[in-house]
């Protein structure tokens, strides 16, 4: 079994052909699915500056912290004192929301691309796959880890069963090392320098 991994790296998928996938996959065909996977992820894309949203957040949540404990050394009113958690509280989860429900369709769209890819490829035993932090993405999950900064590694994996034995041929051109010349009177194949000494042969016994 053969594997080859291709990082997301700048709003894509590695989209170069490398030579380990020559005798396994045409260049065309590698393309052609990779350019598919690249247009859902276009279409689909991630939250962008996520540290710094997240950073902004929890700048929020310090600031409203201080704000709100000046607020009750002060003795302000109570509708005062409820209303601010309360927009804290639902800026916190619009966020959420939003970055869930972006990387929810970035990765409910990937892993549909790549099926789309295997009902073809999976006949030649090659089986693309979307990987999350090194683990095979079956479907979106929801995660709280990119409140604390944390943020999840994406890669398109390759396999090739060795089994189907399907590997691509590699056609050589042979070129020989002298030419050759056809005789008008006879189907023979000449070498130019046996047609050479002939013409010396000929000479001296005229």
Known sequence: ???????????????QYTFDLQGYLTYQGFCSNIKLINQRVKQHSMARYQHYLVSLLWLLWMGSAC??????????????????PVII???????IAYYQRRLYKFEASTVEACQQINEVES?????YSL?????????????????????SCYEIQIQFDDRYDQRYSKDFVCVPLHSTT????????????ESV????VALFAA
């Not at 079994?1 to 989209?15: A, H, Q």
Request: aromatic share 12%; glycine share 2%.
């Open 197 to 200: 000494l002939d013409e010396k």
């Open 123 to 127: 006949m030649r035993g090659i089986e």
């Open 1 to 15: 079994m053969k594997t080859i991994v291709l990082e997301y790296i700048s709003k894509k998928f590695d989209d």
């Open 182 to 193: 056809s005789s008008e009177d006879t189907d023979e194949m000449v070498l130019p320098i």
């Open 67 to 84: 704000l709100f404990y000046l607020i009750a050394t002060h003795d302000a009113p109570l509708w005062l004192m409820i209303l601010l």
């Open 131 to 151: 990987l999350r932090n090194k683990a095979v993405c079956e479907q979106p999950t929801f995660s709280w880890l990119f409140l604390m900064g944390f943020q």
């Open 89 to 95: 509280l639902v800026l916190t989860v619009s966020f």
